[in-house]
């Protein structure tokens, strides 16, 4: 049943995620994310990082599905970097440091670390 939005709730390490009796809030507000990610120009890498981290904090938190959630906040995240002309790879199989970063920051919903990551991690295509 891959793909169909979750309709339990479920937590992790004690936090709870986004209630899904307001799913289709947190979707508007996801969609306004990335209405505001698609006017930003591509040379300003910074605030595409910034934006990026917003929306990767932003989609963990709504945590849609009930399984598979972090496998596709990193290819939904590296499939809007590819928009304005960057790879990003936040699991990379030779570096786990990267990984561990990500799930520290997405864990800890620190929009600042996932920032610095992203825009460490992200590369002309």
Known sequence: MGGAKRTVEISKQGKPFFLTAYFDKGFAYIETLIIDYRKIDPADKSLLAEHLAILLDSINYLHPFREGNGRTQREFIRVLALEKGYTLNLNPPDNLDV??????????GDVEKLTVLILEMMQSA
Do not use: A, F, L, P
């Open 99 to 108: 990984y561990e970063r990500y799930m520290s920051g997405t864990i800890e």
